[in-house]
């Protein structure tokens, strides 16, 4: 992911609706991403996971789209929940390291 | 599943002590440790790396001699931050690594320097 400091990026859903949450990333030679959810206060919490020799994976009410020639992930949540109100964030892994994306602020609204 | 717990959760110091934290994979054994700040509204960032009973691969920026890492078995690693000033305020994040779970965050500590 690309991480440069910057304040969060939000997106408002309303409740049952499906949310996109996008992420860049920098490294052509990351071989895994990730996708992690992380509450106020806590450390982050996998979500969904997928290798770069595939393009999509699907996981219960969520999916990873990658798009390996623009260097682009995508996290799409369905029917979204007010559980679901969290910051996400992508992360890629090269050399045993994982780099975080500026992550998204997502609430969703009653 | 794999869990890492960290602690202490939350600490208040004065400027210029030291604080350690703790993160320890509590159910499986974590060849590789990773430590990670993260100030208000920002992402994660990477400050070291550390593998049992190796020293720690510190991140471009981040001073070895302030952020003491220690991994001395699979299932514990500590970060010392020493003679720490309010700039050291954070919020700091561990992850651990193994053969059979791949990365597994703690719960977070919350630093406080006054």
């Known amino acids: 992911g690309e991480s440069v400091g910057l304040h969060l990026p939000t997106l408002s859903v309303q409740e049952g609706d499906n949310s996109i949450i996008n992420c860049a990333y920098s490294?052509?030679?990351?071989?895994?991403f990730i996708w992690y959810k992380q509450e106020s206060g806590k450390g982050p919490q996998f979500i969904i996971d997928?290798?770069?020799?595939?393009d999509k994976r699907q996981g219960q009410r969520v999916t990873v789209l990658l798009n390996k020639t623009v260097k682009h992930l995508s996290l799409q949540i369905a029917a979204t929940q007010p559980g679901d109100s969290a910051v996400y964030f992508c992360?890629?892994?090269?050399?045993?390291?994982?780099?975080f994306g500026t992550g998204t602020r997502l609430t969703i609204i009653p | 599943g794999a869990v890492v717990s960290q602690h202490p959760s939350w600490v208040i110091c004065k400027s210029g002590t030291s604080v350690k934290i703790e993160c320890r994979s509590l159910?499986?054994?974590?060849?590789?440790m990773f430590w990670y700040r993260q100030f208000p509204e920002q992402s994660l960032m990477l400050m070291a790396t550390?593998?049992?009973?190796?020293?720690?691969?510190?991140e471009q920026g981040v001073e070895k001699d302030k952020f003491l890492i220690n991994h001395a078995s699979l299932t514990l690693s500590t970060l010392t931050v020493t003679s720490a000033h309010p700039e050291d305020s954070s919020f700091y994040i561990c992850?651990?690594?193994?053969?059979?779970?791949?990365?597994?965050f703690g719960s977070g500590t919350r630093l406080t320097v006054v």
């Open positions: 997928i290798r770069s020799n595939m």
């Open positions: 992850s651990a690594s193994g053969q059979l779970y791949g990365y597994t």
């Open positions: 550390s593998n049992e009973g190796s020293k720690a691969t510190y």
């Open positions: 159910d499986f054994q974590a060849t590789t």
């Open positions: 490294n052509s030679a990351s071989d895994y």
């Open positions: 992360a890629d892994k090269k050399n045993e390291k994982l780099t």
